[in-house]
């Protein structure tokens, strides 16, 4: 991602640093419509692109600068969304969201992500089961349910950058919102108990011990990996906690170098593994009750390059 100026430089011109204040917002709005930062950066960019392709009188016309990047950013998430289905259908293996580290561990160096004002804001709206969910909805009812439920904008903003009313707009926030809940696990532990649970998968991972695997997955489980073809992953969801342990333990029989580390994972308790430093793969969970139900594992080289080295 380009360098670009920051924000709170107090040497630009009110009107400009008012413009490029509303990067972060649209890194998070963006991520949260496509579950890829790569692709959320380039939307950004791209949104940027138009707005000072414009000759500068239509510039100062605009009135409000932040409202007319959001709508030009929506609607480019929009179209995009609008082709992923074919993009979909040529990638290798199971897709799985971009996951973010802490907002504290992100990669530094010449591999940066860049600004920290680029930074995804880390709450439940990004965490990997709720992005899931948003993925498996049509591009329409993704877009109008996180502008309003996520992004509080009103139906009738909504209807301007979806292009419907706003009362169908109304109506696809309703439809996103009942996926939501039937997509919702009962309640689960609370997150000190989540972290253990993932700390006790951990121990239990490295010790290949599948009897203690699967006292921890419920025995509905399911696994994910995600390779993109790039690197070796399982093409099919596993289903079962015996067959996930059995996964597991051989993962682990395989890799007899592998580091395992408990980092936070999209907001929530995760793991990230590691050989000679490297990280290979990202752990995102799920709970249902006091057992891990999915299990979210991103191998894909192309998603990893936030993670810390070390």
């Known amino acids: 991602m380009s360098n670009h100026v920051e924000p709170e430089d107090s040497r630009l ?34 949104t940027y692109a138009r707005w000072y392709a414009m000759p500068e009188h239509r510039r100062e016309a605009v009135a409000a600068p932040g409202g007319w990047l959001t709508t030009v950013a929506s609607r480019i998430c929009l179209d995009l969304l609008g082709s992923a289905r074919a993009r979909r259908e040529r990638y290798v293996g199971e897709w799985i969201p ?27 709206s ?24 996520v992004f509080h904008y009103s139906f009738a903003e909504v209807a301007e950058i979806v292009g419907r ?3 169908a707009c109304r109506q696809l926030a309703s439809s996103a919102r009942r996926r939501i809940t039937a997509a919702r696990s009962t309640p689960a532990a609370a997150t000190t108990h989540r972290a253990d649970l993932v700390r006790d998968f951990k121990q239990a991972w490295a010790a ?17 990996a995600d390779g993109g073809g790039l690197v070796s992953a399982q093409l099919q969801p596993v289903t079962g906690g015996a067959a996930i342990a059995h996964v597991f333990a051989d993962v682990a029989g395989r890799a007899p170098d592998l580091t395992i580390l408990e980092r936070t994972v999209n907001g929530q308790p995760g793991l990230v593994a590691q050989q000679d430093g490297v990280t290979v793969s990202v752990l995102a969970f799920d709970f249902e009750g006091e057992r891990i ?6 191998r894909n080289p192309e998603k990893l390059r936030p993670w810390t080295a070390g």
Do not use: C
């Open 13 to 46: 011109d009110p009107g400009l640093r008012a413009v490029l204040s509303e990067r972060r917002q649209l890194i998070n709005l963006a991520y949260r419509f496509l579950g890829s930062l790569a692709d959320a950066e380039d939307v950004v960019q791209e």
């Open 98 to 124: 971009e996951p973010l580290p802490d907002r504290m561990e992100w990669i530094s160096g010449p591999e940066a992500t860049g600004d920290p004002a680029d930074r995804i804001t880390l709450d439940e």
């Open 126 to 149: 990004v965490n990997m089961a709720f992005l899931v969910v948003l993925d498996a909805m049509t591009p329409a009812e993704r877009v109008a349910f996180i502008l309003h439920d």
């Open 165 to 167: 009313s706003p009362a």
């Open 208 to 224: 290949k011990d599948i009897e203690a695997l699967i006292g921890l997955l419920d025995p509905d489980a399911t696994t994910i």
């Open 293 to 298: 139900k999915h299990i979210w594992a991103v």
